[in-house]
Structures are given as C-alpha cells and as structure tokens.
C-alpha cells in the first residue's frame, strides 16, 4: 500500500464546467476525509465518510458539490458548474476509525485551476 | 476569532537555530496533530497528541491541555525543514480536524 492516492494532481478547467477528482485511501482505513486549502490558509473540512455513509458535511459543501464512497473503498468528489472561487487544493486523508488515537494519512491533493 | 491559532505565521531562521512554533486553541479536542507541508500540497503527520510530550529525532511537540497550547520545536533546524508548519485539532469522535493556518517555516543555510 503507497498511501493515499489523488488524481488527478493538477486540473485546469473552464469555468462552468463540471470537474471530478478521486481519492483512493489506505485500504484498511474507513474513514475518508475531504478538505480545501486556499493559497495561504490552512485546510477546511468539506465532508468525511465512514465506510460508504457520508457522515457529516461542511457549510462549505454548496449543492454544486458532491462526493460518494459507493463501496467504501475509493471516493469522488464533483463540482458541477466551477466558479473561479472553487479554485484550491483540494485534500484527502484516510484514518482508521475516528478515535483520537487513530492518525490520519493525506494524500498530496489535487489542485484545481478555474479558468 | 479562529479555534485554531498558531504563532507566528512566518519565521526565518539561520542553520543551527532552535525553533518554536506555537498554537493555541479554543474547542475541546480529543487530539493535536502537527503536519508538515511542502511546496506542492503534499501534508506529512508529524505527531499526533493528546497530553505531554513527544520525541522524534529534532523535533518535540508538547502539549498542555488546560492552557489549550501546544508548541513544536526543531533543534539544530536545517535548510531541509524549511516548510509549512500546520497544527490541527481534532473533536471528539467527529474525526474531522480544524486547522490552524500555518507557520511558514525557511532555514537559511
């Protein structure tokens, strides 16, 4: 196992347009996390998941978002109709369990240009 | 006011030098995490704390959970360690985590 993975690593894309990205996590891990990182700032939290149920949501997660784990592995996270304001990194991590004892492993993001 | 506040946000630094970052919070949390950040995007977990001190090669993070701080130290800091410094917290069982914003960390040689 190599870790987290995200693809794509870098999207350009025209406004308006609908982007998908994918995160693989650690295989054993059922928690999934996404967060956001705008230039200069620290990461937000935008939704996590517990095997395949989608547990919580951020104010951030606008209905042009979406994000699945069908079988509890792999997730995707969609944003219909990119505004220039989507542009970010956009992280997943992976953890096993929610306890605090657990840690968390990131994957390196996905960085989405809106053009 | 953030939950999550670190200081300061940029530091320089000659080789050599011992360095503290600080942060501070205002929620109960379940654990502290200290991550790393290199250009590029790519986040390393350095520790993860819920009270006392941890170790690891030139690096210590502490923790005081009644005055809601913990700091990180690097000693003999390097041009290597030249990052982003991000501290983060984590609330109970939700799993999720509140970032600070960073501490932008450069090591002159």
């Known amino acids: 196992d190599t870790g987290v993975s995200q693809n794509p690593r870098h999207k350009i894309t025209k406004r308006g347009q609908n982007v998908t990205f994918r995160c693989d996590p650690i295989s054993e891990h059922n928690r999934l996390y996404w967060y956001r990182q705008t230039l200069g700032q620290g990461p937000e939290f935008l939704t996590y998941f517990q095997n395949e149920a989608q547990l919580e949501k951020s104010r951030l997660l606008s209905d042009r978002f979406s994000a699945e784990r069908p079988k509890g592995s792999f997730s995707t996270l969609e944003i219909q109709r990119t505004e220039q304001g989507d542009s970010a990194m956009y992280l997943c991590a992976s953890s096993l369990g929610g306890l605090s004892l657990y840690g968390y492993t990131f994957g390196s993001g996905t960085r989405l240009t809106v053009v | 006011k953030n939950e999550v506040e670190q200081s300061p946000q940029n530091l320089t630094a000659q080789e050599g030098e011992f360095i503290t970052i600080n942060c501070s919070y205002s929620v109960g949390i379940s654990a502290l995490h200290w991550l790393q950040q290199h250009p590029g995007g790519g986040i390393v977990s350095l520790f993860m704390l819920s009270s006392g001190k941890k170790k690891h090669g030139r690096l210590i993070a502490t923790i005081n959970i009644q005055e809601k701080h913990s700091s990180l130290h690097i000693t003999a800091s390097h041009p290597r360690d030249s990052a982003v410094y991000i501290c983060?917290?984590?609330?109970?069982?939700?799993?999720?985590?509140?970032f600070g914003k960073g501490t932008k960390l450069s090591v002159k040689p």
């Open positions: 983060a917290v984590r609330r109970g069982s939700q799993g999720n985590l509140i």
